[in-house]
C-alpha cells in the first residue's frame, strides 16, 4: 500500500503544529497548485459605484459587493439611518446625487429637479425602492423596502450581485473587451 505525505512546502503561521516525533519524515513528491478563484468583471465596477450609491453602500454591510438575502431583510434600518434631514424619507442628495463641486452660479431649479429625478429613476436600486416614482424613498417605502429589494433578484439566489443592481450600461461596459 502506498504511503502520502501531506504537507506545507513552506511553513505557515496559521497552520497547526505538529509534533515531528510521531511523523515519518520523507520529501515530498507531488505539489498541488490551487487556482486563484475567478474574479467577477463586475466587481471593480461595483466597487466604485457602491461608493457613489449611498444606499447601496449602507446596504452592503459587509462590503462584498453583494446584497446578501439578511441584508435585504434588514435594510430599513440602514436606510433609515441615511435620513440625515430627519424627514423620515431618502431624497436624491442622501441617495448619493451630487453635481460634483459647487457651481459658481445658481442652477435653474426646474434643471436641478429634473437631474435629481433622473439620478433616481436611472439607478435599479433606487428605482426599485421608488415606488410611487416620486423621486423621493419615502418613509413607507423604506419600511417595505426589503419587499423592493428582492424584486431585483433575477438569478433567484435570494441575494444582489453587482450583475443586478448596476445600471444595463456599466454591466455592459465591463462586458465589453478594452481597445
Known sequence: MPQSLVGAKYPRPNVL????????EGELSTEV??????????????NVY??????LDKLDANRDRVISQWEI???????????????????????GFSFGIKPVRAMDPAFEERAR????????????????HDSVISADEITKSSVALRRLDKDGDGSLSPAEVLPKAQRDAAASPVD
Open 17 to 24: 503544529p505538529v509534533d515531528r516525533s510521531s511523523i515519518a
Open 33 to 46: 497548485k490551487v487556482p486563484s478563484p475567478a474574479v467577477d468583471p463586475l466587481y471593480e465596477i461595483a
Open 50 to 55: 457602491f461608493g457613489i450609491i449611498r444606499v
Open 73 to 95: 431583510v434588514t435594510s430599513a434600518g440602514p436606510l433609515r439611518r441615511l435620513d440625515l434631514d430627519g424627514d423620515g424619507a431618502l431624497n436624491a442628495v442622501e441617495c
Open 117 to 132: 429625478r433622473e439620478f433616481m429613476r436611472a439607478h435599479p436600486v433606487l428605482a426599485a425602492l421608488d415606488t410611487d
